[in-house]
């Protein structure tokens, strides 16, 4: 299966203290329900709160658990002596944070020991512009929770256990939470990978950055993140196709947007003009993003609409069903009993400026989906 590499030129404001072989971070995917409907309910309750978010809307966040995030975590070590923990990789958000001791009655329950400033030699705290002696507070809010605490700086760890292949980084400015809502499946908190000047990507400096995402039903395998020159992609049939720059202020400034052009079911190019993803240069609305915490592909209704008449005109001996309430999904085929084989499916292929990214057949309930590879030069 073909690969598509994104590129595009960002500066940036620091150093990767790495060397120039870069560094390697290994991602587990974070969810523990293979059901379709779960993962759509949350990647529609993420969807809701970001599009809170640009309208300048108070977002408020869900705090019951959930049990299908959807999401790849990542291990990385903070501090002096370094202490290693979980953390969500979120191309979605900027903010890196993680719990600190002493914290509140409002922090979730993490797998890993919490992180206290006060024990840890290189920790020093960020103090606001506008009073130099006062701490600087932070709240962040995301599509299905919250976090707040305080801004603090801090030597970062990344890669294996072996001294020889890890990356120690200091001076990484970070959020110490101590309270946030619940709960945050497996991590200790979530790593911003996004286009603002407080992710990790921009901290570090780090030019580029790659991940091999594995299929959303394999709870084996492990993913991997790559940063710095180790992220080059050269294998034959990788394509690349630009990013488009938001002219909106964050958080809309932070997304990844890419330049679709079209979609094509098998060997037939669907009805959709260019403009159905175009991104509004003076509002900065529409357009489409690449978010590594969203499991399914989402696009407008007028596209939408193409793709499921065409899907319609290629099945025509099984009778139809609308699974939204179940699933969120309002075409779904009934098989005639759970033993049934079903149809065969044509490729899928969406048409990016420069690139085309083939996702196999299109799905159905029984189909792993594709492992994804991607790889981001800001």
Not at 61 to 72: C, N
Not at 221 to 229: A, I, K, Q, R, V
Request: glycine share 10%; charged share 10%; with cysteine.
């Amino acid at each position: 299966m073909g690969s598509l590499a994104v590129l595009i030129s960002l500066v940036v404001c620091a150093t990767l203290a790495s060397g120039a072989a870069g560094a390697r971070v290994e991602l587990t995917r974070a969810h523990s329900s293979r059901l379709v409907g779960d993962a759509l309910r949350r990647d529609m309750e993420r969807h809701a709160g970001r599009r809170l978010a640009a309208s300048g809307a108070t977002v408020s966040a869900p705090t019951r658990k959930d049990t299908a995030m959807g999401e790849y975590l990542m291990t990385l070590a903070i501090g002096t002596p370094p202490l290693s923990y979980p953390a969500i990789a979120d191309t979605g958000s900027d903010l890196i944070w993680t719990q600190c001791a002493p914290c509140s009655d409002q922090c979730f329950q993490q797998p890993t020991p919490l992180y206290n400033p006060a024990s840890s030699t290189t920790f020093s705290p960020v103090t606001c512009d506008t009073t130099p002696s006062k701490l600087c507070p932070y709240n962040q809010t995301y599509g299905l929770g919250w976090t707040a605490g305080i801004l603090g700086l801090e030597t970062f760890t990344f890669g294996s256990s072996s001294p020889a292949n890890q990356a120690r980084v200091p001076g990484i400015a970070f959020g110490c939470s101590n309270a946030s809502s619940d709960d945050w499946n497996g991590s200790a908190g979530l790593v911003g990978l996004g286009r603002g000047s407080l992710s990790l990507v921009s901290q570090l400096g780090a030019g580029r950055f790659s991940y091999c995402l594995t299929p959303f039903q394999d709870t084996n395998s492990t993913s991997t993140l790559l940063l710095g020159s180790s992220a080059m992609l050269n294998n034959a049939g990788v394509g690349s196709t630009p990013f488009v720059a938001n002219p909106i202020m964050a958080p809309m400034s932070t997304y990844y947007y890419l330049n679709l052009t079209g979609i094509s079911l098998g060997t037939k190019a669907l009805s959709i003009s260019s403009n159905t993803f175009a991104l509004n240069d003076t509002d900065g609305t529409g357009g489409i993003i690449i978010d590594s915490g969203t499991t399914f592909t989402y696009i407008v209704d007028a596209a939408y609409q193409q793709v499921r008449a065409a899907v319609l005109s290629l099945v025509t001996t099984l009778p139809t069903t609308d699974a939204s309430a179940e699933t969120g999904l309002d075409l779904c085929f009934v098989l005639p009993s759970s033993t049934s084989v079903p149809p065969a499916m044509p490729s899928m292929t969406l048409h990016f400026d420069g690139a085309d990214m083939c996702h196999g057949r299109v799905a159905t309930k029984r189909l792993k989906s594709p492992l994804v590879l991607y790889q981001v030069e800001v």
